[in-house]
């Protein structure tokens, strides 16, 4: 159970323009509390919230009170039982292991109201390689003095979902689809199969213009997983990254931040990373091809880049509502067919007849 995590309690504060706040204690099992419980013992366990950066406006702060620290450990304890980096690890020996790599793990409180919550939970990628973050959208319930929160791909996400007033009607329709696709198991289709629908998913700028295939298919992390991620540099787009669908979108790193996480209708949803000059979202419907930032160097939530490109990620969710990178391997994204490589970055793509690989100025496509 989560609520038994035996961990130390130090979440991280800033005071700076009231974004970091610092929470009161509360005990184990998430509920409200200004402080211990009487007749606690000094050696009873502390909350699952040891190291971790929480992100919190005045208002959210003043919003929540004195439950404001029983949210971060619900939501903290979710992140480290999801994290793949923290895998068979304690609470508190994953987050000894990310600080001892210089990694934080972040819950941002972006929306209160009454006794719901929603914002965002990352896990920064090292910074030694081209790695990408593990990052959650979570909504977050309190009942009866307890928390239960819900991070993108738990069931508890879709059950908030439906009933969260700090969702709204166009966003819960496009959350909902996403959340409850039945997708089949992950498994790559053969080449020479029918290309797996993407719904129309596009590339990530504006369509009939081109940039630079500069990473063919690899995992999101650069190293375990799904190959689902490409890099995309230079051509006559004017550096512009764009969504690849409409959808709702969210900056996971927060105002100025270069990660943005796409939600689409019918079981996708996409990431850009290493962005600058971003625009905010937080929640929003945006359309097809809304402007999302420009190719850079970002690394707000971790992990390296050389040069300016987007790295794009392509997500969806498993029978079980488990939020994943997928493969690319087989699905037709922009109009080209997307191929692996015999080794991570090195896939191709085609169409028509013409075959791209790394190094190759590729077309948008929408047919």
Known sequence: MLSKLSVRTTVAALAAAGLLVTAPQATAAFRDSAGPSAGASADAAPPPSSGVTVKMSSAAANGLGTARQALVDAVSADVLARSDDARGLSAKAAVDKFADEGRKVVVDVRTVSKNWARGVAYVEAPRTHHGDPEGWLYIAHRKDGQWVAGLEGDREFADHVARSPLVGTAERRTMTAYAQRKAAPQEEPAMGAAAANTNGLLLPWMPDYYMTLTGGAHSH???????????????????????????????????????????????????????????????????????????????????????????????????????????????????????????QYAGCATRLGVTACPGTAIYNRTG
């Not at 540099?233 to 512009?240: I, L, M, Q, V």
């Open 221 to 343: 992390t650069g190293s375990t997983g799904y190959w689902s991620s490409l890099d995309f540099a230079g051509g006559n787009a004017s550096g512009r990254v764009r969504s690849s669908r409409e959808g709702t979108a969210t900056s996971m790193c927060g105002a100025g931040g270069g990660w943005t996480r796409v939600i689409h209708p019918g079981g996708f949803s996409t990431d850009y990373y290493h962005m600058f000059n971003t625009t905010y979202y937080n929640g929003t419907s945006i359309g097809r091809s809304a402007l999302l930032g420009t190719i850079g160097t970002d690394t707000c939530a971790g992990g390296s880049a050389t040069g300016a490109h987007v790295h794009w990620s392509l997500r969806t969710y498993d029978a079980n509502y488990n939020g994943q990178y997928t493969w690319l391997n087989g699905r037709t994204i922009g109009g080209w067919l997307w191929s692996n490589g015999s080794s």
